[in-house]
């Protein structure tokens, strides 16, 4: 085998490779394509996402001002057992004073 049918048969080895990783390169991404029907349910599953996130949202804002409401009304709720329980104190001071004074006119 001479030079130039050395280089001619490397030649077309070398071309024959190349064909081969095209042909392999090719048939790859003709099977790894992503099809439109998955590119619809992939859009369909982020449209769900985010309507679920937006929900979620809604239902954290409500449940602060619930919350919100509720201790409003729980200090509202408070402040008026306080007065009650004083004006209770002060109403068994004055009975108690009232009792006092009742048995001292009877001793008298």
Sequence with gaps: MNRTEF???????????????????????RFK???QADMDQLEKMSQELH??????DQAITYLQQRE????????????????????LREARSDAEEMRVYVERMNQA
């Design 7 to 29: 280089i001619v048969t490397t030649a077309i080895i070398l071309f024959v490779a190349f064909l081969l990783g095209w042909f392999a390169h090719w048939l790859l991404h």
């Design 33 to 35: 394509r992503v099809s």
């Design 51 to 56: 309507e679920a996130e937006e929900t979620r």
């Design 68 to 87: 919100a409401e509720l201790t409003n009304q729980l200090a509202q709720t408070e402040a008026e057992l306080a007065a009650a329980m004083d004006g």
